[in-house]
């Protein structure tokens, strides 16, 4: 019974370090992850940027960038 408590607060912890993360945040971390695909299928910056705005690159190299593993 004593680590329920223990679990809670721990919990809490991990819920509010997810929750403080802020678009802008989520977006830089997206930008660091397709820099390896970006430089892969010669990708280029906007790109780049259109996938972070959440829009479908209209280049080839953007769409490749896309199914980039």
Excluded: H
């Excluded at 819920?15 to 990708?43: G, L, P």
């Excluded at 790109?47 to 280049?59: A, I, N």
């Amino acid at each position: 019974m004593k680590l329920f408590p223990l679990l809670t607060i721990g919990l809490i912890v991990v819920v509010a370090s997810v929750s403080a993360m802020n678009k802008n945040d989520m977006k830089d971390m997206f930008r660091n992850m397709a820099q390896d695909c970006k430089e892969q299928e010669k990708a280029s910056d906007d790109d780049v940027e259109t996938m972070v705005d959440e829009k479908y690159p209209e280049s080839k190299e953007g769409r490749c960038m896309m199914a980039c593993k």
